[in-house]
């Protein structure tokens, strides 16, 4: 069974971190990118960070850049993002992604898109407020 599994979320207080984990199960992870999206209540998913295979190359949405690092460890195969300086606006629940090697190679270049991403977890809420 293919599975990828969020924990980490909570509520934190605006200028907090937090950092999410995506521990992943019946695939092989260093054949897959990992991307992490969020969906705030009433707007679409929106793709937040993308990383390769390696881990050597990483790609953030603007609107985290600075704040957001994502990272991987393919022995524990699981994928982190290190959440600093939220923000309200950060508030979400957040989804980890997998997304083939074989389908779209192995780089995370450009837009972070939902369509390429074939398995993912079930999300983690993160709540930002005073």
């Known amino acids: 069974q293919l599975q990828l599994v969020e924990s980490g979320g909570g509520l934190v207080q605006p200028g907090g971190s937090l950092r999410l984990s995506c521990a992943a199960s019946?695939?092989?992870?260093?054949?897959?990118?990992i991307g992490w999206f969020r969906q705030a209540p009433g707007k679409e998913r929106e793709g937040v960070s993308c990383i390769d295979t390696s881990g050597l190359s990483t790609n953030y949405a603007d609107s985290v850049k600075g704040r957001f690092s994502i990272s991987r460890d393919n022995n524990k195969i699981t994928a982190y993002l290190q959440m600093d300086s939220l923000q309200p606006e950060d508030t979400a629940v957040y989804y980890c992604?997998?997304?083939?090697?074989?389908?779209?190679?192995?780089?995370?270049?450009?837009?972070?898109?939902?369509?390429?991403?074939?398995?993912w977890g079930q999300g983690t809420q993160v709540t930002v407020s005073s």
């Open positions: 019946g695939f092989t992870f260093n054949h897959y990118a």
């Open positions: 992604a997998a997304r083939t090697r074989d389908t779209y190679g192995t780089s995370c270049f450009g837009a972070i898109e939902l369509y390429e991403y074939s398995i």
